[in-house]
Protein backbone atom coordinates (compact mmCIF):
# COMPACT_ATOMS: atom_id res chain seq x y z
CA UNK A 1 0.00 0.00 0.00
CA UNK A 2 2.97 2.40 1.21
CA UNK A 3 3.99 1.66 -2.38
CA UNK A 4 1.24 2.14 -4.35
CA UNK A 5 0.91 5.72 -2.06
CA UNK A 6 3.87 7.29 -3.48
CA UNK A 7 3.87 6.13 -6.79
CA UNK A 8 0.85 7.64 -7.13
CA UNK A 9 2.27 10.62 -5.22
CA UNK A 10 4.96 10.75 -7.74
CA UNK A 11 2.49 10.59 -10.55
CA UNK A 12 0.35 13.27 -9.30
CA UNK A 13 3.54 15.83 -8.58
CA UNK A 14 4.42 14.98 -12.32
CA UNK A 15 1.01 15.73 -13.91
CA UNK A 16 1.26 18.83 -11.92
CA UNK A 17 4.53 19.86 -13.26
CA UNK A 18 3.59 19.34 -16.91
CA UNK A 19 0.27 21.14 -16.91
CA UNK A 20 1.88 24.19 -14.91
CA UNK A 21 4.63 24.69 -17.38
CA UNK A 22 2.35 23.65 -20.71
CA UNK A 23 -1.02 25.33 -20.18
CA UNK A 24 0.67 27.54 -17.85
CA UNK A 25 3.18 28.81 -20.84
CA UNK A 26 -0.12 29.72 -23.07
CA UNK A 27 -1.85 31.61 -20.46
CA UNK A 28 1.31 33.66 -19.54
CA UNK A 29 2.11 34.14 -23.05
CA UNK A 30 -1.07 34.95 -24.91
CA UNK A 31 -3.08 36.08 -21.73
CA UNK A 32 -0.81 37.54 -19.39
CA UNK A 33 1.42 38.88 -21.97
CA UNK A 34 -0.97 40.29 -24.44
CA UNK A 35 0.39 37.97 -27.39
CA UNK A 36 -2.09 36.42 -30.62
CA UNK A 37 -1.38 33.18 -31.97
CA UNK A 38 1.88 33.76 -34.15
CA UNK A 39 4.35 31.04 -35.38
CA UNK A 40 6.64 32.10 -32.40
CA UNK A 41 3.98 32.45 -29.58
CA UNK A 42 3.51 28.85 -30.75
CA UNK A 43 6.70 27.80 -31.12
CA UNK A 44 7.60 28.85 -27.63
CA UNK A 45 4.52 27.05 -26.54
CA UNK A 46 5.60 23.48 -28.32
CA UNK A 47 9.23 24.00 -27.23
CA UNK A 48 7.75 24.53 -23.38
CA UNK A 49 4.91 21.44 -23.42
CA UNK A 50 8.01 19.35 -25.05
CA UNK A 51 10.45 20.69 -21.93
CA UNK A 52 7.57 20.54 -19.32
CA UNK A 53 7.06 16.64 -19.81
CA UNK A 54 10.56 16.14 -20.00
CA UNK A 55 11.22 17.62 -16.75
CA UNK A 56 8.48 15.64 -15.46
CA UNK A 57 9.68 12.42 -16.74
CA UNK A 58 13.17 13.00 -15.10
CA UNK A 59 11.89 13.69 -11.91
CA UNK A 60 9.80 10.88 -11.27
CA UNK A 61 10.34 8.03 -14.11
CA UNK A 62 11.94 6.36 -11.42
CA UNK A 63 9.60 6.08 -8.71
CA UNK A 64 6.58 5.62 -10.50
CA UNK A 65 7.84 5.40 -14.55
CA UNK A 66 6.66 8.64 -15.40
CA UNK A 67 3.08 8.32 -16.72
CA UNK A 68 1.75 11.63 -16.55
CA UNK A 69 -1.18 11.26 -18.95
CA UNK A 70 -3.97 8.44 -18.27
CA UNK A 71 -3.86 6.96 -22.13
CA UNK A 72 -0.49 6.17 -21.51
CA UNK A 73 -1.55 4.27 -17.85
CA UNK A 74 -3.89 2.43 -19.99
CA UNK A 75 -1.74 1.77 -23.44
CA UNK A 76 0.91 0.16 -21.10
CA UNK A 77 -1.44 -1.86 -19.09
CA UNK A 78 -2.78 -3.28 -22.24
CA UNK A 79 0.51 -3.67 -23.67
CA UNK A 80 1.11 -5.95 -20.31
CA UNK A 81 3.95 -3.89 -18.80
CA UNK A 82 1.95 -1.90 -16.41
CA UNK A 83 -0.34 -3.31 -13.02
CA UNK A 84 -4.01 -3.51 -13.26
CA UNK A 85 -4.24 -2.40 -9.74
CA UNK A 86 -2.52 0.88 -10.18
CA UNK A 87 -4.07 1.85 -13.43
CA UNK A 88 -6.97 3.77 -11.22
CA UNK A 89 -4.72 5.27 -8.56
CA UNK A 90 -2.50 6.49 -11.35
CA UNK A 91 -5.34 8.14 -13.04
CA UNK A 92 -7.42 9.66 -10.41
CA UNK A 93 -3.65 11.35 -9.30
CA UNK A 94 -2.88 12.41 -12.70
CA UNK A 95 -6.17 14.37 -12.99
CA UNK A 96 -5.82 15.85 -9.05
CA UNK A 97 -2.09 16.87 -10.46
CA UNK A 98 -3.76 18.67 -13.42
CA UNK A 99 -6.58 20.55 -11.53
CA UNK A 100 -4.09 21.61 -9.10
CA UNK A 101 -1.59 22.92 -11.20
CA UNK A 102 -4.57 24.62 -13.28
CA UNK A 103 -5.37 26.00 -9.94
CA UNK A 104 -1.58 26.88 -9.42
CA UNK A 105 -1.93 29.18 -12.28
CA UNK A 106 -5.29 31.21 -11.76
CA UNK A 107 -3.37 32.32 -8.37
CA UNK A 108 0.02 33.33 -10.28
CA UNK A 109 -1.96 35.43 -13.15
CA UNK A 110 -5.37 35.84 -11.75
CA UNK A 111 -8.85 33.91 -12.50
CA UNK A 112 -9.91 36.75 -15.14
CA UNK A 113 -6.46 36.67 -16.88
CA UNK A 114 -6.19 32.92 -16.92
CA UNK A 115 -9.49 32.63 -17.70
CA UNK A 116 -9.41 34.21 -21.03
CA UNK A 117 -7.78 31.95 -22.59
CA UNK A 118 -9.73 29.21 -20.80
CA UNK A 119 -6.46 28.07 -18.43
CA UNK A 120 -4.84 26.90 -22.03
CA UNK A 121 -7.71 24.31 -22.58
CA UNK A 122 -7.84 22.11 -25.72
CA UNK A 123 -11.16 23.00 -27.95
CA UNK A 124 -11.31 21.94 -31.38
CA UNK A 125 -9.73 24.28 -34.06
CA UNK A 126 -11.42 25.71 -37.09
CA UNK A 127 -11.78 22.28 -39.18
CA UNK A 128 -14.12 21.10 -36.28
CA UNK A 129 -14.70 18.50 -33.63
CA UNK A 130 -13.88 15.05 -36.07
CA UNK A 131 -10.46 16.59 -37.21
CA UNK A 132 -9.54 17.31 -33.74
CA UNK A 133 -10.76 13.48 -32.89
CA UNK A 134 -9.07 12.38 -35.78
CA UNK A 135 -5.41 14.51 -34.92
CA UNK A 136 -5.69 13.36 -31.45
CA UNK A 137 -5.70 9.50 -32.02
CA UNK A 138 -3.45 9.44 -34.87
CA UNK A 139 -0.93 11.39 -32.73
CA UNK A 140 -1.42 9.46 -29.23
CA UNK A 141 -1.31 6.20 -31.21
CA UNK A 142 2.23 6.54 -32.49
CA UNK A 143 2.91 8.30 -28.73
CA UNK A 144 2.75 4.74 -27.20
CA UNK A 145 4.66 3.51 -29.87
CA UNK A 146 7.26 5.69 -29.38
CA UNK A 147 7.22 5.37 -25.51
CA UNK A 148 6.92 1.43 -25.62
CA UNK A 149 9.84 1.54 -28.55
CA UNK A 150 12.14 3.56 -26.55
CA UNK A 151 11.51 2.57 -23.37
CA UNK A 152 12.22 -1.28 -23.93
CA UNK A 153 15.67 -0.10 -25.68
CA UNK A 154 17.11 1.99 -23.46
CA UNK A 155 16.80 2.46 -19.54
CA UNK A 156 18.58 5.90 -19.42
CA UNK A 157 15.95 8.15 -18.36
CA UNK A 158 17.39 11.41 -19.73
CA UNK A 159 17.28 9.32 -23.37
CA UNK A 160 13.82 8.53 -22.86
CA UNK A 161 12.83 11.94 -21.53
CA UNK A 162 14.44 13.87 -24.46
CA UNK A 163 12.82 11.23 -27.43
CA UNK A 164 9.23 11.98 -25.46
CA UNK A 165 9.67 15.14 -25.01
CA UNK A 166 10.75 16.33 -28.72
CA UNK A 167 7.75 13.76 -29.45
CA UNK A 168 5.23 16.48 -27.65
CA UNK A 169 6.81 19.40 -29.26
CA UNK A 170 6.54 18.41 -32.42
CA UNK A 171 3.01 17.24 -31.79
CA UNK A 172 2.11 20.37 -30.58
CA UNK A 173 3.32 22.11 -33.96
CA UNK A 174 0.95 19.63 -35.82
CA UNK A 175 -2.15 19.44 -33.52
CA UNK A 176 -2.25 23.58 -32.32
CA UNK A 177 -5.01 25.00 -34.47
CA UNK A 178 -6.36 21.65 -35.19
CA UNK A 179 -6.88 20.20 -31.64
CA UNK A 180 -5.14 22.70 -29.16
CA UNK A 181 -2.55 19.46 -28.92
CA UNK A 182 -3.34 17.25 -26.26
CA UNK A 183 -2.88 13.49 -26.27
CA UNK A 184 -3.19 13.51 -22.65
CA UNK A 185 -6.89 13.61 -21.13
CA UNK A 186 -5.49 15.07 -17.90
CA UNK A 187 -3.59 18.10 -19.80
CA UNK A 188 -7.13 18.70 -21.14
CA UNK A 189 -8.72 18.24 -17.64
CA UNK A 190 -7.57 20.05 -15.39
CA UNK A 191 -7.87 23.60 -17.62
CA UNK A 192 -11.40 22.63 -18.62
CA UNK A 193 -12.66 21.98 -14.68
CA UNK A 194 -10.91 25.59 -13.51
CA UNK A 195 -12.41 27.08 -16.69
CA UNK A 196 -16.07 25.33 -15.98
CA UNK A 197 -16.14 24.06 -20.10
CA UNK A 198 -15.96 20.83 -18.93
CA UNK A 199 -19.48 20.04 -19.36
CA UNK A 200 -20.53 22.55 -21.48
CA UNK A 201 -22.25 21.85 -25.47
CA UNK A 202 -20.09 23.13 -28.25
CA UNK A 203 -16.26 22.41 -26.40
CA UNK A 204 -16.25 18.64 -27.06
CA UNK A 205 -14.35 18.16 -24.15
CA UNK A 206 -15.43 14.33 -24.84
CA UNK A 207 -12.34 14.26 -27.18
CA UNK A 208 -10.04 14.70 -24.96
CA UNK A 209 -10.60 11.35 -23.34
CA UNK A 210 -12.19 9.06 -26.34
CA UNK A 211 -9.62 9.83 -28.54
CA UNK A 212 -6.26 9.51 -26.80
CA UNK A 213 -7.61 6.83 -24.91
CA UNK A 214 -8.63 4.25 -28.09
CA UNK A 215 -5.73 5.71 -29.76
CA UNK A 216 -3.03 4.73 -26.95
CA UNK A 217 -4.83 1.67 -27.01
CA UNK A 218 -4.24 0.70 -30.66
CA UNK A 219 -0.81 1.96 -30.42
CA UNK A 220 0.25 -0.28 -27.41
CA UNK A 221 -1.68 -3.41 -29.63
CA UNK A 222 -0.09 -2.54 -32.82
CA UNK A 223 3.29 -2.16 -31.54
CA UNK A 224 3.11 -5.55 -29.44
CA UNK A 225 2.14 -6.79 -32.98
CA UNK A 226 4.57 -5.45 -34.97
CA UNK A 227 7.37 -6.38 -32.29
CA UNK A 228 5.69 -9.88 -32.03
CA UNK A 229 5.91 -8.90 -28.09
CA UNK A 230 4.07 -11.34 -25.73
CA UNK A 231 4.05 -9.38 -22.51
CA UNK A 232 0.40 -10.33 -21.22
CA UNK A 233 -2.16 -8.22 -19.02
CA UNK A 234 -1.41 -8.59 -15.41
CA UNK A 235 -4.06 -7.19 -12.52
Not at 73 to 93: C, W
Not at 129 to 135: C, H, N, Q, S, V
Not at 162 to 169: C, F, L, N
Request: proline share 4%.
Amino acid sequence: MKGVLKKSLAEMLGTYIFVLFGPGSIVAFIAAFGATLSPSTLFFAAVTFGLGIAIAIIMIANISGGHVNPAVTIGLFISGKFEGKLVLPYIASQLVGAVLASGTVGVLFSYSIANKVLFGATVPGVMGPWPAFLGELIMTFFFLWVILTITSKSKNTAINAAVIGTYVTIMIFILATISGGSINPARSFGPAVLSGILFKAGYYQWIYWVAPILGGALGALAWKYMYNDKSKIHL
